[in-house]
T-cell receptor, first 110, second 114 residues
Framework: GDSVIQMQGQVTLSENDFLFINCTYSTTGYPTLFWYVQYSGEGPQLLLQVTTANNKGSSRGFEATYDKGTTSFHLQKTSVQEIDSAVYYCARNMGYKLTFGTGTSLLVDP | EAAVTQSPRSKVAVTGGKVTLSCHQTNNHDYMYWYRQDTGHGLRLIHYSYVADSTEKGDIPDGYKASRPSQENFSLILELASLSQTAVYFC?????????????FGEGSKLTVL
């Protein structure tokens, strides 16, 4: 069935560190893929999306590449800042439903 | 500016009681959704709706009902609240531009069942 896997529950980094968050998805069809970010006390909001396989999405210094061959959509950022501390969700779209992964909590120490 | 507002933002309920969570959107979106958020489970879809007076089951509908009386309003109803329904609930509306579909979330409703 439709599923999104995020293995990293929590990541702790220092400012200016490189960020890499894993996401893999099940292979049914050709979904649109998303990264959502949730700051403390708020609802999730769209960070970036990619609709076409093997394309890249980018926003606010974050990048993700839709790799259909490995069914991966990893999120990365070259240099994180304290304000990037949040929960990050990978998600896939199939028809009317948006299915989310379990989320990765990022803490960036100043 | 597009907005999704939820009420109440926080509620304490007793086991077996009835709880209604309300959601109102000013986005003029047809699709609306209810998700619950739990540590270790992320966001899971409970119910959704694509038109007024019609609702559809999501992935975890058991113990929940939904109501969509108008395009702007979408409610989640717990007829007999249970301890396991303690969670944060998020409502969202969806923009279907260019076959993508960004979700716009409310700020969440924290429900504690005692």
């Amino acid at each position: 069935g439709d599923s999104v896997i995020q293995m990293q529950g929590q990541v702790t980094l220092s400012e200016n560190d490189f960020l890499f968050i894993n996401c893999t998805y099940s292979t049914t069809g050709y979904p649109t893929l998303f990264w959502y970010v949730q700051y403390s006390g708020e609802g999730p909001q769209l960070l970036l999306q990619v609709t076409t396989a093997n394309n890249k999405g980018s926003s606010r210094g974050f990048e993700a590449t839709y790799d259909k061959g490995t069914t991966s959509f990893h999120l990365q950022k070259t240099s994180v800042q304290e304000i990037d501390s949040a929960v990050y969700y990978c998600a896939r779209n199939m028809g009317y439903k948006l299915t989310f992964g379990t989320g990765t909590s990022l803490l960036v120490d100043p | 500016e597009a907005a999704v507002t939820q009420s109440p933002r926080s509620k304490v309920a007793v086991t077996g009681g009835k709880v209604t969570l309300s959601c109102h959107q000013t986005n003029n979106h047809d699709y609306m959704y209810w998700y619950r958020q739990d540590t270790g489970h992320g966001l899971r879809l409970i119910h959704y709706s694509y038109v007024a007076d019609s609702t559809e089951k999501g992935d975890i509908p058991d113990g929940y009902k939904a109501s969509r009386p108008s395009q702007e309003n979408f409610s989640l109803i717990l007829e007999l609240a249970s301890l396991s329904q303690t969670a944060v609930y998020f409502c969202a509306s969806r923009d279907w531009g260019e076959n993508t579909g960004q979700l716009y979330f409310g700020e969440g409703s924290k429900l504690t069942v005692l």
